[in-house]
Nanobody, 124 residues
Framework: QVQLVESGGGLVQAGGSLRLSCSAS????????LGWFRQAPGKEREFVAA????????NYIDSVKGRFTISRDNAKNTVYLQMNSLKPEDTAVYYC?????????????????WGQGTQVTVSS
């Protein structure tokens, strides 16, 4: 069983930055594929970014490319989401997720473990 705990959310003005962290329990963290998703009020959960365990290969939704960076520190069992140039439309609850397969997954159904979420609010 893997437990994921997010932190780093908050309120920021448009154009600002936040870094989300997600710490994982359990062994063999390096083997997990990791992702960040977000869900705004009244909307479905949306893929944001993912990172592969084997080589750190990353993938992003188009709307965050060039602004967000996903990274991982396997020694600390932690995945990060650096968010720059934030926009009001980035406002959502952000969730980290993990799976034990070796490839990039953009579909939320492909993930086995989820954190509780952290609120990000971007004011205009």
């Amino acid at each position: 069983q893997v437990q994921l705990v997010e932190s780093g959310g908050g309120l920021v003005q448009a154009g600002g930055s936040l870094r989300l962290s997600c710490s994982a329990s359990g062994r063999m963290f390096i083997n997990y594929g990791l992702g960040w998703f977000r869900q705004a009020p009244g909307k479905e959960r949306e893929f944001v970014a993912a990172i592969r365990g084997s080589d750190g290969y990353t993938n992003y939704i188009d709307s965050v490319k060039g602004r967000f960076t996903i990274s991982r520190d396997n020694a600390k069992n932690t995945v990060y989401l650096q968010m720059n140039s934030l926009k009001p439309e980035d406002t959502a609850v952000y969730y980290c997720a993990a799976h034990t397969r070796g490839w990039i997954i953009r579909n939320s159904g492909g993930y086995d473990y989820w954190g509780q979420g952290t609120q990000v609010t971007v004011s205009s």
